[in-house]
C-alpha cells in the first residue's frame, strides 16, 4: 500500500466547467475525509465518509460541490459550475474508525492533495 | 466550533538549534486530541505529533516534544537539533474525542532551518 492517492495533482480549468478528483485511500481504512486548503490558510473540512456513507457536511460544501464513495473504498468530489473562488488545495485523508481513546484513530494520512486553478 | 490559532506565521532556526512553535485553541470540551502535523512544500501533511487531552505528561517523538498546558489551552511544539529536513509548514490542529470527526486546523507556521 503508497498511501493515500489523489488523482490528477494539478487542475486547471475555465470558470463554469465542472470538475472532478479522486481519491483512493489506504485499503484497510474505513474513514475518508475532503478537506479544502486556501494560500495561507490551513485546511478546512468539507466532508466525511464512513465506508460508502456520507456522515457529515460543513456548510463550506456548497450545492455545486458533490462528493461519492460509492463502494467504500475510493472517493470522487465534483465542483460544478467551477467560480474562482474555488481555486485551492484539494486534500483527502483517511483513517481507521474508533471514536474512544485507544481505538487508534487517531490522526489522518494524507494524500498529497489535487490542485485546482480556476481561470 | 473550536478554533486553534498560530500566532507566528513565520519562524526561522539555526541548524542544530532549537525552536518553539506556538499554538492555542478554544474549546469547552474536555476530552479531545490535539496533533502538530508537517506540510512540506509541495508535499503531503505528515503527523508529528499527537496528545490526548486526559494525559497529563507531554508527548514526545525523537525531537520532537509538546509542552500542553490543558488550562491554559497551550500546546506548543519544540523541535530540538534542529535538520534542514525540519523546514516546512507547521500545523496545530484539534479534534474532538466525542463531537464530530473533523479536525480544525490553524493557519500555520513556515518554519526556516538556516544552515
Known amino acids: 500500500d503508497t498511501g493515500v492517492s489523489q488523482d490528477p495533482r494539478h487542475k486547471i480549468t475555465k470558470r463554469g466547467q465542472n470538475v472532478t478528483f479522486r481519491c483512493d485511500p489506504i485499503?484497510?481504512?474505513?474513514?475518508l475525509y475532503w478537506y479544502r486548503q486556501t494560500l495561507g490558510q490551513g485546511p478546512e473540512f468539507l466532508t466525511y465518509?464512513?465506508?460508502?456513507?456520507?456522515l457529515e457536511k460543513s456548510r463550506l460544501l456548497s450545492n455545486r460541490f458533490s462528493a461519492e464513495r460509492p463502494k467504500g473504498s475510493f472517493s470522487t468530489l465534483e465542483i460544478q459550475r467551477t467560480e474562482q473562488g474555488d481555486s485551492a488545495m484539494y486534500l483527502c485523508?483517511?483513517?481507521?474508525?474508533?471514536?474512544?481513546w485507544g481505538s487508534g484513530d487517531y490522526g489522518y494520512t494524507f494524500g498529497s492533495g489535487t490542485r485546482l486553478t480556476v481561470v | 466550533a473550536q478554533t486553534v490559532t498560530q500566532s507566528q506565521p513565520e519562524m526561522s532556526v539555526q541548524e542544530a538549534e532549537t525552536v518553539t512553535l506556538s499554538c492555542t485553541y478554544d474549546?469547552?470540551?474536555?476530552?479531545?486530541?490535539l496533533f502538530w502535523y508537517k506540510q512540506p512544500p509541495s508535499r503531503q501533511m505528515i503527523l508529528v505529533i499527537r496528545?490526548?487531552?486526559?494525559?497529563?505528561q507531554n508527548a514526545t517523538e525523537n525531537r520532537f516534544s509538546v509542552n500542553f498546558q490543558k488550562a491554559a489551552k497551550s500546546f506548543s511544539l519544540k523541535i530540538s537539533d534542529s535538520q534542514l529536513g525540519d523546514a516546512a509548514m507547521y500545523f496545530c490542529?484539534?479534534?474532538?474525542?466525542?463531537?464530530?470527526?473533523?479536525?480544525?486546523f490553524g493557519t500555520g507556521t513556515s518554519l526556516t532551518v538556516i544552515p
Open positions: 485523508a483517511s483513517s481507521l474508525s474508533g471514536g474512544g
Open positions: 474549546t469547552s470540551e474536555s476530552d479531545y486530541y
Open positions: 496528545q490526548e487531552a486526559y494525559k497529563q
Open positions: 490542529a484539534y479534534r474532538s474525542l466525542n463531537t464530530g470527526n473533523q479536525f480544525y
Open positions: 485499503s484497510e481504512h474505513n474513514r
Open positions: 465518509f464512513q465506508n460508502e456513507a456520507q
